[in-house]
């Protein structure tokens, strides 16, 4: 049973944007606190941002600015808002949920910042 499908990923020119979206189960939506990981290759994957159910973001230094973290939690949706890409964002992006007693993640959606 799949619980976290990310898409939006692809190719982008560097400055262009990109909106990263991650569909989730109800349960996981009503109160898991939920992130937006990213591994790039060779390296460790990274927190990029974070969201609780009720709307306190978090974001790494390295994106603060340029990237915005939504969730809709009736829709069951969370975003990514990815603008002024820069080659360094090209990497494999995670949707991430922390329960109690559980932690999930997806399958992960690919963006490449090239030219």
């Known amino acids: 049973q799949v619980e976290l499908e990310e898409s939006g990923g692809g190719l982008v020119q560097p400055g262009g944007s990109l909106r990263l979206s991650c569909a989730g189960s109800?349960?996981?939506?009503?109160?898991?606190?939920m992130h937006w990981y990213r591994q790039a290759p060779g390296e460790q994957r990274k927190l990029v941002a974070g969201i609780t159910s009720g709307g306190v973001t978090e974001y790494a230094d390295s994106v603060k600015g340029r990237f915005t973290i939504e969730r809709d939690n009736p829709r069951t949706v969370m975003y990514l808002q990815m603008n002024n890409l820069e080659s360094e964002d090209t990497a494999v992006y995670y949707c991430h949920a922390q329960g109690d007693t559980e932690e999930l993640w997806g399958k992960g959606t690919l963006v490449i910042v090239s030219s």
């Open positions: 109800p349960r996981i939506f009503r109160t898991y606190p």
